[in-house]
């Protein structure tokens, strides 16, 4: 299975902007890797801002940052200051430590079975699709 010890929280609201925020979080396997831990964040009331994802790079080497948008149709890995995580001691990874790198590849091929095999983000994108 792709994603697999999948977890949802229930929605919350956002201190800054007091949107509803969804998040779910789970272990991607890909062909290449088995149990990469990820987050995904959206707004489950609007396409407007996208949805972020954290991806883990591996033992001791953070994360990395990752926003998709919906009017783009595309993924773009963030630098730290790029999106606001609400945790200034999260290790992310700068664009530079990943674009052109090996991580940058393992990234994407996370990426891809997460945005095809979370349940819950699939079931989401899905309905907007439908609705728009």
Known sequence: MPVREHRVAPETKCDCCGEFTRKCTGVADTAVEQGIPYLARWNPNSLEGGIAFLVALGEGLGFTSV???????????????????????????????????PLAAR????????WQ???VLK???TGLAKDH
């Open 117 to 119: 095999h979370d349940p």
């Open 107 to 114: 990234t994407f091929r996370v990426l891809d079975e997460i």
């Open 123 to 125: 079931s989401w994108v």
């Open 67 to 101: 926003l998709y948008r919906f009017e783009s149709n595309s993924f773009m890995i963030c630098d730290p200051e790029d999106y606001d995580w609400h945790n200034p001691t999260l290790p992310i990874a700068s664009r530079g430590q990943v674009i052109g790198t």
